[in-house]
């Protein structure tokens, strides 16, 4: 089992960049795979970027080339750096990990991009 705790979210203006934080309560080393997700009010939860224990990334379209998920085992940690922020990326941001088709979830981080 895994506790993942996010951070790093709060109010930008439109082109602004926030990095948010995923700490996990162990080792993330052996972890398949982790990753961000995003729910604005009304919508379903959403990938936003995800990255493997070998390190291979997948984005969702719309954030390609401002997003950018990297992970510091050594840290236990998962990033997320988020350039070039749009009102349409306002939402609450999740962490998630997946191990032996186990899927464990934060409390979110609400990001809010102002135009």
């Known amino acids: 089992q895994v506790q993942l705790v996010e951070s790093g979210g709060g109010l930008v203006q439109a082109g602004g960049s926030l990095r948010l934080s995923c700490a996990a309560s162990?080792?993330?080393?052996?972890?398949?795979?982790m990753g961000w997700y995003r729910q604005a009010p009304g919508n379903q939860r959403e990938l936003v970027a995800a990255?493997?224990?070998?390190?291979?990334?997948n984005y969702a379209d719309s954030v390609k080339g401002r997003f950018t998920i990297s992970r510091d085992n050594a840290k236990n940690t998962v990033y997320l750096q988020m350039n070039s922020l749009k009102p349409d990326d306002t939402a609450v941001y999740y962490c998630n990990a997946v191990q032996v088709l186990t899927s464990y979830w934060g409390q979110g981080t609400q990001v809010t991009v102002s135009s």
């Open positions: 162990r080792s993330i080393f052996s972890i398949d795979n």
């Open positions: 990255i493997t224990s070998g390190g291979r990334t």
